[in-house]
C-alpha cells in the first residue's frame, strides 16, 4: 500500500536558519505529492505540491522537487521566519488509491527568534 | 470559489452522549469528501471518505459513521461516545477523478471526551 515517511520532530531552529525536512514515499501508482501546513488550532493549508517526476513545488519561500528515482519530496526553506512555526506534513495522492490521500506523520517546526 | 465550513469549532461532551460535526462545500458539485482524526501529538488518520450521495466507505473500526444526505453536506455521527474518540476533527473536499490538486481542509472541530 501506499505510505509517507517523514522525519521525527520536533524541529527546533533560529530564524534565518535553513530548514530541510525529509519526506519519502512508497506508492502503487504514479502519484501527485504535497505539502502542507497546520498553524497551531487550524485545519491544514496546501503548502505547495508536484505531480510529476523533477517538478518543483514552491510557495512562500519553500521549495520541494519531486525525486522519482529516490522517491523522495523533501522540503527546503532557505531562511526561516518565527511566523514559520507550525506542523508540516508530506502526503500523497495515488490514482492506484483512488486518490486517496495518504500523509506522513507530521514534524513540528518551532522557530525561535 | 470554493469555500468549506465546518462546525462547531469546539465541542465538549460527555462519555455515552451522542455526537454530530457536520460539514458542508460550497461552489463546486460532486465533490469527494472526506472526515479525517488527528489525536493530540499524532498524525492524521482517514476516517471516511464519500465520492457520492449516500456513499460512505469506512477506513477504519471505530465508534463512529458517517453520512452524505446531500451532495455537498457530509456528517460524522456517534450515538455514544468514548474517551478514545477526543481528538481534532477535520472534513475536506476534492475533485472527483483526479488527485492533482489535492485536499482542501474546513478549520476543523475540536472534541473533548469527558
Known amino acids: 500500500g501506499d505510505s509517507v515517511t517523514q522525519m521525527e520532530g520536533p524541529v527546533t531552529l533560529s530564524e534565518e536558519a535553513f530548514l530541510t525536512i525529509n519526506c519519502t514515499y512508497t506508492?502503487?501508482?504514479?502519484?501527485?505529492l504535497f505539502w502542507y501546513v497546520q498553524y497551531p488550532g487550524e485545519g491544514l493549508q496546501l503548502l505547495l505540491k508536484?505531480?510529476?517526476?523533477?517538478d518543483k513545488g514552491s510557495n512562500k519561500g519553500f521549495e520541494a522537487t519531486y525525486r522519482k528515482e529516490t522517491t523522495s519530496f523533501h522540503l527546503e526553506k532557505g531562511s526561516v521566519q518565527v511566523s514559520d512555526s507550525a506542523v508540516y506534513f508530506c502526503?500523497?495522492?495515488?490514482?492506484?488509491?483512488?486518490?486517496?490521500?495518504?500523509f506522513g506523520k507530521g514534524t513540528l517546526l518551532t522557530v525561535n527568534p | 470559489s470554493q469555500t468549506i465550513h465546518q462546525w462547531p469549532a469546539t465541542l465538549v461532551q460527555p462519555v455515552g452522549s451522542p455526537l454530530s460535526l457536520e460539514c458542508t462545500v460550497e461552489?463546486?458539485?460532486?465533490?469527494?469528501l472526506y472526515w479525517y482524526r488527528q489525536a493530540a501529538g499524532r498524525g492524521l488518520q482517514l476516517l471516511f471518505y464519500?465520492?457520492?450521495?449516500?456513499?460512505i466507505s469506512s477506513e477504519v473500526p471505530q465508534n463512529l459513521s458517517a453520512s452524505r444526505p446531500q451532495d455537498r453536506q457530509f456528517i460524522l455521527s456517534s450515538k455514544k461516545l468514548l474517551l478514545s474518540d477526543s481528538g481534532f476533527y477535520l472534513c475536506?473536499?476534492?475533485?472527483?477523478?483526479?488527485?492533482?490538486?489535492?485536499?482542501?481542509f474546513g478549520s476543523g472541530t475540536r472534541l473533548t471526551v469527558v
Open positions: 475536506a473536499w476534492s475533485s472527483a477523478g483526479t488527485g492533482n490538486y489535492g485536499y482542501t
Open positions: 506508492a502503487t501508482g504514479y502519484p501527485s
Open positions: 508536484a505531480t510529476k517526476a523533477d
Open positions: 502526503a500523497l495522492s495515488d490514482p492506484g488509491s483512488n486518490y486517496k490521500l495518504t
Open positions: 461552489g463546486t458539485s460532486n465533490p469527494n
Open positions: 464519500s465520492v457520492g450521495i449516500g456513499q
